[in-house]
């Protein structure tokens, strides 16, 4: 099974805090996706990468930067930390083959920024 | 850009009948795929369905199943015999190309609750 795990299920910061969300996955996916969720709004996506060190903008990127240093690894970083920002974050991954498109989620961070 | 409508946002249906949630897009590209994903409360999304825009045939699992209209870009998705762990949030996706290097792009997702 395909498992992507994201670092903390909870996270309470404060406005002005820089703010680490790290996600892993353990089937050496080429595809890495972080997306937004907030009620009423779906999922919105905010950064994605299709290989090591390369990133591609999303929907929703303003105040926010990623990493991808490792491939079974991406982080999102909240540079400045902002009360828009509290939110859900749901990472995913998928395979780079052709029709292999299924993204697999991890669990998501419910972040809050005080 | 693709957009995705789904347009009940809450639903409810009684242990084991059926219910039909509603997902329209729009979209100017001929080949492309479409995906119900399922988010039980507290618990990780998951895929429940996926349909490739070039296969006549609508997909099934199990006691899912969808009824794909390409000229009218509608995407529902049925479920038979309801059971309460079908309590969840539905989203419907869609991803304009086979490599799995595209985003998806989601609706604003229905909550479905399953009554005992």
């Known amino acids: 099974d395909v498992k992507v795990t994201q670092s903390s299920r909870y996270l309470v910061k404060r406005t002005g805090e820089k703010v680490f969300l790290e996600c892993v996955q353990d089937m050496d996916h080429e595809n890495m996706f972080w997306y937004r969720q907030d009620p009423g709004l779906g999922l919105r996506l905010i950064y994605f990468s299709y290989d090591v060190k390369m990133k591609e903008k999303g929907d929703i990127p303003e105040g926010y930067s990623v990493s991808r240093e490792k491939k079974e690894r991406f982080s999102l970083i909240l540079e400045s930390a902002s009360t828009n920002q509290t939110s859900m974050y749901l990472c995913a991954s998928s395979s780079g083959g052709l029709a292999k498109n299924i993204q697999y989620f991890g669990a998501g961070t419910r972040l809050s920024v005080l | 850009a693709q957009t995705v409508t789904q347009s009940q946002p809450e639903m409810s249906v009684q242990e084991a009948e059926t219910v039909t949630l509603s997902c329209t897009y729009d979209?100017?590209?001929?080949?492309?795929?479409l995906f119900w994903y399922k988010q039980p409360p507290s618990r990780q999304m998951i895929l429940v369905i996926r349909q490739e825009a070039y296969k006549q045939q609508n997909a099934t699992e199990n006691r899912f199943s969808v009824n794909f209209q390409k000229a009218a870009k509608s995407f529902s998705l049925k479920i038979s015999d309801s059971q309460l762990g079908d309590t969840a949030m539905y989203f419907c996706?869609?991803?304009?190309?086979?490599?799995?290097?595209?985003?998806?792009?989601f609706g604003k997702g229905t909550r479905l609750s399953v009554i005992a």
């Open positions: 996706a869609f991803m304009k190309s086979h490599s799995g290097n595209t985003p998806l792009v």
């Open positions: 979209t100017s590209e001929n080949n492309y795929y």
